[in-house]
């Protein structure tokens, strides 16, 4: 992928920025732990395989929220980043850090049974009431 065709982005401060080559997949989370971590009544996503993500400045501090993984945010300004797996093989990007959220169009809700139960959803993307969706080649959609 060229320099014109990355994604980048960072933290509200500039102190962490990335650099992605490709993302997997992209959609809305409905866990409390997405909840708390950004503050929003959803957690918006990108998922990025390992390989495909590079800090390019600074350094994030991180937190194991779960055995499956950390969520690293800046330690300046406190923004949250992105979900890393425990194994080191993924990356969920918050989209919201993204230089251009635009680009990034989600695809799927996960963890819908934990949502709360006042949002109004109003799209027709697949849900799926925990964390293991198909791989979006076998959705169907």
């Known amino acids: 992928m060229s320099a014109e065709q990355a994604y980048t982005g960072g ?3 500039g102190a962490v920025r990335y650099r992605i080559e490709e993302i997997f997949d992209a959609g809305y989370c409905h866990c409390s732990n997405c909840r708390r971590s950004t503050g929003g009544a959803v957690g918006a996503w990108a998922h990025v395989k390992a390989p495909h993500f590079e800090l390019t400045k600074g350094e994030p501090k ?3 929220t779960t055995d499956a993984g950390a969520r690293d945010f800046c330690g300046e300004c406190g923004s949250t980043l992105y979900f890393r ?3 080191g093989s993924f990356h969920s990007v918050t989209i919201g850090t993204f230089d251009e959220p635009c680009r ?6 996960i963890c819908i ?3 709360l139960d006042w949002l109004e959803i109003d799209d027709e993307l697949p849900r ?3 964390n293991r969706s198909p791989h979006p ?3 169907g959609v």
Do not use: N, T
Request: aromatic fraction near 4%; charged fraction near 40%.
């Open 128 to 130: 799926y009431s925990d």
């Open 137 to 139: 080649d076998e959705r």
């Open 104 to 109: 990034v169009r989600p695809k799927i809700h």
């Open 62 to 64: 991180s937190h194991a």
């Open 11 to 13: 933290c509200l401060c």
């Open 113 to 115: 049974d934990d949502g």
């Open 85 to 87: 797996a425990a194994d």
